[in-house]
């Protein structure tokens, strides 16, 4: 448990950035059409409460099919359209504030090991670049943005492999932890 001193702060003691996240009652039902025309609901998620604190590392674990990565799927808004579509009934506070899973787009993301959206030939300092090229507003500056992806570098610990080829299917490169 951090102490008083230590609470606001992120990882390697860097002060926390982002919003506390608290999921109350999150349930999440795939409704899909059969072959005969019927209706069928299956649910995905049942009853689940976490809260996630900024600057602090959040892990979701659990056996496979327990609802990980439908979970991580709704809050970025990742919840695939083409199998059907999902009924959600769930309490989001961002900040204490009630919002909507759409609203968490731009707020909660995640990487996933084999994520196609990391490029193989960059290093992870131009990864971030990259991507807060097209994450963060228009009008923050070139040197803003860099600094920023700097910042989340550190608070990362990815600082010693900032400069390796991030890597993929045919090009030697960071392990899949590190992305």
């Known amino acids: 448990m951090p102490s008083t001193e230590e ?8 002060p926390a950035i982002g919003v506390d996240l608290d999921l109350v009652d999150i349930k999440v039902t795939l409704k ?22 900024a600057g602090e590392v959040n892990i979701v674990v659990g056996p496979s099919g ?13 919840l695939p359209s083409s199998i059907g579509y999902f009924v959600k009934s769930s309490k989001l506070l ?28 960059l290093t992870v ?7 807060t090229g097209l994450r963060l507003p228009k009008d923050m500056t070139w040197k803003a943005k860099r600094g920023r992806a ?22 030697k490169g960071i392990s899949g932890g590190e992305k």
């Open 7 to 14: 609470k606001g702060k992120g990882v390697a003691n860097t």
């Open 32 to 53: 899909k059409l059969d072959l005969k025309g019927q209706w069928n609901l299956r649910p995905i998620l049942r009853e689940v409460a976490t809260k996630f604190q």
């Open 66 to 78: 327990s609802g990980m990565s439908s979970l991580l799927n709704l809050l970025s808004s990742r």
């Open 94 to 121: 961002v900040d204490g504030i009630i919002a909507q899973p759409e609203d968490l787009r731009g707020l909660c993301s995640y990487v996933t090991q084999d994520d196609n959206s990391l490029l193989p030939y």
């Open 125 to 131: 300092r131009e990864m971030f670049r990259f991507a």
């Open 150 to 171: 700097e910042e989340v570098i550190r608070a990362m610990g990815l600082g010693y492999c900032a400069d390796n080829l991030i890597g993929g299917e045919f090009v």
